[in-house]
Every structure is written in structure tokens, then in C-alpha cells.
């Protein structure tokens, strides 16, 4: 499996953030409007990404920690020649956990993948994919994901520890009257 280090925060200030990491990567931004549908599967997280774009979709699978902070994430992803379909196979063999849309920039600097994403319902957010090679240590991924944090600007206080999905059930649970 490929790995990562992703780390993830709310975007209290998002077009100082674009100016940022404009500034660090070399070229203009990648942007795409995805659509990540999400499904229940035993570990791990399931998704089939979408693009408005015509970019090939693809399905991928992943595996990290929730908490704040820097974490290892390990994934795999295989293009899908027709989403429309392996969408329907999937929902009916498994539970459709939720759907994810974005608009995500990036940016793209040494090893790391700055991602400035405006997600439905949810707001605006800044998320770190550090990419690792097979002989790059987990640590320092761990540290060059806080030093680019602190480089944007990101503070402690703004870290996001699950995915969106996860973020948009909790926002659509019932509340319990106290």
C-alpha cells in the first residue's frame, strides 16, 4: 500500500491560506470539483471519487487514525472506467455512509500536497497529504506536515481529526435534548 501523512484543519482564513501556498509551490494550482461518494465497509474507509472535469474517477481505499495531528495514512486507488456503474454495485452490496462534494485547490510543494477544499456543508478546510517514498521514515513526514502548518499559518486549535464524512453525519445526527 501507498502511504501518506495527512493532516487536516478548518481554514479560518481561506484566501490568505491560497496566498500562501501560492507563494511555496512552484506552479499555479490544480483545481477540481470532486464528489466522493462513501461506504460502510468493515475497516478502513471505501470511497469512489468523482471530478466534474472528465478526470478518470477512482475508487480508494484507506486506512488512518482519527485524531488531530499528523497521521499515517495507507491507501490504494484503481481507476473506474464507468462510476455510474460500480456506484450502483456498491451502494447495493454495501450501505452508502454519505457523500462528500468539494472544490479543492492544489498545490503542490516538494513531497507535499497542500489542499485548500471548500466543502458543501461544511465550510472551508486545509489539509497536508506529505507523500512517502518506501524508504521515508513516518517521523519525518510527522515534521515537515507541522512545519508546513506552521509555515501557512494553521493553528493548533483549528485541527480536524476524521474525514469530511464523518463531519457532515455528525452535523445531520439528531440531537438529544439535555
Excluded at 5 to 32: C, G, M, S, T
Excluded at 52 to 72: H, M, N, S, V
Excluded at 86 to 107: D, Q
Aim: hydrophobic residues 40%; without cysteine.
Amino acid at each position: 500500500m501507498a502511504r501518506n501523512i495527512e493532516i487536516k484543519a478548518r481554514a479560518q482564513h481561506f484566501d490568505q491560506l491560497r496566498e500562501r501556498a501560492a507563494k511555496l509551490a512552484p506552479d499555479a494550482p490544480l483545481i477540481f470539483r470532486q464528489q466522493d461518494f462513501f461506504y460502510d465497509v468493515p475497516r478502513g474507509r471505501l470511497k469512489l471519487r468523482q471530478f466534474d472535469d472528465g478526470t478518470p474517477a477512482e475508487l480508494i481505499f484507506y486506512q488512518r487514525d482519527d485524531r488531530d495531528g499528523p497521521k499515517a495514512s495507507y491507501y490504494t486507488r484503481s481507476p473506474v472506467t464507468n462510476p455510474e456503474a460500480m456506484h450502483a454495485l456498491l451502494a447495493t452490496a454495501l450501505t452508502t455512509r454519505g457523500i462528500v462534494t468539494k472544490e479543492r485547490h492544489v498545490y503542490l510543494t516538494g513531497r507535499t500536497r497542500i489542499h485548500l477544499d471548500r466543502v458543501d456543508g461544511l465550510g472551508d478546510f486545509v489539509e497536508l497529504e506529505v507523500v512517502l517514498g518506501q524508504e521515508d521514515d513516518e517521523e519525518g513526514g510527522h515534521a515537515e506536515a507541522h512545519a508546513m502548518f506552521e509555515t501557512l499559518g494553521v493553528a493548533e486549535s483549528d485541527l480536524v481529526a476524521v474525514a469530511y464524512v464523518d463531519l457532515l453525519n455528525l452535523d445531520s445526527e439528531p440531537k438529544q435534548a439535555a
